[in-house]
């Protein structure tokens, strides 16, 4: 598979393409600042410089075009709610329309759990950043796109258990980034599980058969 990753270089996405590389698959890894190539190439995947503020539909398509996937996991992370806006909002929206506009079909989304940060006291900027997450997932949603939105609870930076959690609605908690890139990794790669919005907390159940189980009871749902 040809994954091309927006956020390459983020703490999730440099994890996702080390695994997308062990597994045979190319990976093209978009990257804002170019001081962050090398960290992209260090997880083996090709860098590509891209702007989700300044690109335009067109500009994202071409280099989206010739992929199989798009992992979307970019995020302005904390520089202000403008470039929340920008890159968490209208650029997802832009990616969408661009993975839409190549034929591109298959789009997973890094999204955040609802219930982030309601155990302490929060600021203006990340109540828009929640609300600007929400509106990024509704409008993907509305995509004709074969999309999985994954919610990861409070990301951690130690090492992975390689079990999860995951549901369409389970409780709060926290989660190893090893294990939400492992997740990815194994749930890109099932396309009969799309179209789904699933929550992703640390568990008990091996990721592999996580994904397993959440394929049997998404194929069968009655559709809507």
Do not use: C
Request: hydrophobic share 40%; no cysteine; aromatic share 4%.
């Amino acid at each position: 598979m040809k994954v091309f990753q927006i956020g390459a270089a983020g703490g999730v996405g440099r994890r996702l393409a080390r695994l997308l590389i062990t597994r045979g698959d190319e990976v093209t890894g978009m990257h804002r600042d170019p001081a962050q190539a090398e960290t992209v190439r260090a997880a083996g995947a090709t860098p590509l410089v891209g702007d989700l503020i300044n690109d335009s539909v067109d500009e994202l398509a071409r280099k989206i075009g010739g992929h199989d996937a798009v992992v979307f996991s970019a995020g302005a992370h904390g520089t202000g709610p403008d470039k929340t806006t920008a890159i968490d909002g209208k650029g997802l929206e832009k990616a969408a329309d661009a993975a839409a506009q190549v034929g591109v079909s298959r789009f997973v989304l890094v999204s955040v759990f609802p219930e982030a940060g309601r155990g302490r006291q929060t600021t203006e900027g990340f109540e828009h950043y929640m609300k600007v997450k929400k509106t990024a997932d509704a409008y993907l949603a509305r995509t004709g796109l074969d999309w999985l939105i994954v919610r990861p609870g409070t990301l951690l930076d130690e090492r992975g258990t390689g079990r999860v959690t995951a549901g369409l609605a389970i409780e709060y908690g926290d989660v190893p980034r090893d294990d939400v890139a492992a997740f990815i990794d194994t749930a890109l790669h099932e396309p009969a599980l799309n179209r789904v919005i699933i929550e992703l907390t640390t568990g008990q159940t091996l990721v592999a058969d996580a994904v397993a189980r959440l394929v049997t009871s998404s194929t069968s749902r009655p559709p809507s």
